[in-house]
């Protein structure tokens, strides 16, 4: 019997031993240790840590990196406030300040999901008044920790899609072009002073301003036509 127990013991510690798969990755020391992880996760936790402290962002919001999926795409998961930022996004993020926007979008949306089962609940009701907000959020984490908000839209020029038609819940996100002109709208009011960024000398931009020509026109005239009202009646 006790020779039945003592084998009995090993068998079940060698099944448990075996029950979880664990990569090894060798050979890892500090001078390498990015270079053998991945320098995306380095640079994606770099920039997420800084957005969320120059804004004194006081809640937990875990960032990921996954690696496994080439998905052109990063969420927010509302329910465990984690951010991941899938491996496909890599291919169309040119510099800090457009990886500064996606993260900023993101954590705008945890933030914003703290609120409770409430919020929660409205967030998933009505994503797409919510994905804007986090645009508008977003930019503002941005120029908080000294990125240029122009990136938003250089990025959102690349990856915003545009479909043909939007019955109100087939789509989840509003049309690219709206999220565009919305974010320019903001950023001309609150942040003059990016108008002028090197980001605008970029193809994505201009692709922006050529493909939207009429709806920028249209706002800046608005805007003058205010500004020369306000003026005339003396509040400037």
Known sequence: MKRFLILFSVLLIGTCSFAEEVMVIRNVNFNNFWRKKGIDEEKVLQVGQKIMMANAIPKRVPIFVDSTKKTINANSNLYDKTVTIYSGMFLYIDNDDELAYILSHEIAHSVEAYGGMAKYMAMNANSKKYEQKADLNGIDYMVKAGYDPIAAITMGNKIFGEPVWDWGCTY????????????????????????????TKTPSYKNFVYSMNKDITEFQQKQKRRKLKQMQNGDL
């Open 172 to 199: 989840t996100h509003p049309k690219g072009s709206k999220r565009l002109i919305d974010m320019y709208k903001y950023i001309y009011v609150k942040y003059p002073q990016y108008l002028d960024s090197p980001y």
